[in-house]
């Protein structure tokens, strides 16, 4: 699939959301093994759409997976039920060329990144769309991932382990 | 005695001497990179579980006094007669002029790479290397204005809007409500266009770069930002005499905001003190 996103050539793994139920959770499991490592991916259930809140962001295009060259920049995503967000509706694990991008999501359902951090997105694929439009050239995401250790329990926070 | 904060643009040249040789200071021990890294961590989103103390939601106010206040007591400890200045962004909103002259924060970033060339926090000088960031970045970014992109700062019209409201904030609490001052100014909205993101926010993406991100304090101008939105309380708070901050008792067990805002009583994390406490910092300091 190649799609133009404000004049800039997208091309795009199609998101899973045509397929049969069981082949998106072979198609995902394949890219959570490919972002995660295998040892991560068997420890990750695939979250069912069908289990998740309604909100805006599962409207989205983007489905429960994206994998697509953006700007010169290999970005992608997949929902998970893993992490501290899995009561909220899964946790959506994110690279850009390799590297980890934190995402938060919104009361209102919009997702926002640690890049792009003061306003937010319908979906997933749109916010980290938008990070990599907020990196400059040959700026890269930390190898160790975002610069994020709060903990999402609230009060406590480990500011200086 | 109380301190004065001033406007940005009137500080003599020696005054923005001392406030950037305390910023440099403060840096070259490590000392500001611990702000750096406390701001990206108690930044939780309201679409996450657990507590909200700096960002959507009513204490966005007083942790960032307090957050100030702190970065304040360091640059002191350095100049003792230096102060956060701040940048009223509905009057001074050009991208040459105060505070981003060279004797002060320096100007825009360059075209190719948004780097900041110039001023007493370019990269070049070796005084100003980011250390906490999002990205593997190590110079200070800005882009002004987005140029790619253009948006403009907030109108006058924006903060009025914000100082007229006169309830503190509303239930949910968060960065949902379309009432309140607190929202209003520090200005989630809802909507694709980038007319929903007003007043505070719309600053952070009117300048760019690295205040774009979780690691904005990285650029100094984050605390004249601050310093501004700050000034708003007290002019909302001397506008509206009888409204204090809210909520006045926490959320109980059966909302959905249970544990996840902090009342005007209870403690502000990473502090051991109440938004209670810090609606009235006029012993501390005074805005000019």
């Known amino acids: 699939m190649a799609v133009s996103v404000e004049g800039v050539p997208v091309s795009a793994v199609p998101a ?8 998106r959770r072979t198609r995902r499991r394949d890219l959570l093994r490919g972002l995660l490592g295998a040892s991560a991916a068997l420890a990750i259930a695939p979250v069912v759409a069908a289990s998740r809140p309604p909100g805006p962001a599962d409207a989205g295009p983007a489905g429960s997976s994206f994998d697509e060259t953006y700007r010169g920049r290999h970005i992608r995503g997949a929902l998970t039920s893993s992490g501290p967000a899995a009561a909220t509706g899964g946790e959506w694990k994110v690279t850009v060329d390799g590297r980890p991008l934190h995402l938060m999501r919104r009361a209102d359902g919009t997702w926002l990144s640690m890049v792009d951090h003061y306003r937010s997105y319908a979906t997933p694929l749109e916010a980290v769309r938008a990070a990599v439009d907020g990196l400059g050239p040959g700026e890269r995401l930390r190898e160790d991932g975002p610069a994020h250790h709060h903990t999402h329990m609230g009060g406590h926070h480990g500011l200086h382990p | 005695m109380a301190y004065i904060r001033k406007d940005v643009s009137t500080l003599t040249g020696a005054e923005r001497r001392r406030f950037v040789n305390a910023l440099l200071a403060i840096k070259k021990r490590g000392e500001y990179d611990e702000f750096v890294r406390m701001h990206i961590d108690h930044y939780v989103s309201d679409g996450d579980g657990g507590l909200r103390s700096a960002h959507m939601a009513p204490s966005f106010l007083p942790w960032h006094r307090r957050f100030l206040l702190d970065l304040e007591a360091a640059l002191r400890r350095v100049d003792p007669a230096v102060t956060v200045p701040y940048w009223d962004w509905t009057r001074d909103r050009a991208t040459t002029a105060a505070p981003w002259t060279k004797d002060l924060l320096g100007g825009n970033g360059r075209r190719s790479d948004h780097q900041v060339t110039t001023g007493p926090f370019a990269y070049a000088t070796g005084n100003w290397t980011i250390k906490e960031n999002v990205t593997d970045g190590e110079f200070l970014t800005r882009d002004l ?8 700062l907030p109108a006058r019209s924006d903060v009025e809007t914000a100082l007229r409201d006169p309830v503190y904030d509303v239930s949910p609490w968060d960065s949902t409500v379309d009432r309140g001052f607190r929202n209003r100014l520090e200005g989630w909205g809802s909507g694709s266009g980038s007319a929903a993101w007003r ?3 719309r600053v952070h993406r009117w300048v760019g770069g ?8 990285n650029d100094p101008v984050f605390w004249l930002h601050h310093a501004f939105v700050d000034l708003l309380w007290t002019r909302w708070q001397s506008r509206h005499r009888e409204h204090r901050y809210l909520p006045a008792e926490p959320p109980g067990p059966g909302s959905r905001q249970y544990r996840r ?3 005007r009583h209870e403690k502000l994390p990473p502090w051991n003190v109440t938004p209670d406490q810090l609606e009235d910092a006029s012993r501390i300091y005074r805005y000019a």
């Open chain 1, 16 to 23: 899973a959301t045509a397929r049969s139920a069981p082949a």
């Open chain 2, 199 to 201: 007043n505070h926010n």
């Open chain 2, 261 to 263: 805002v902090v009342a």
């Open chain 2, 210 to 217: 690295v205040m774009l991100g979780g690691a904005s304090v």
């Open chain 2, 145 to 152: 204005g987005r140029a790619g992109d253009p948006i403009d």
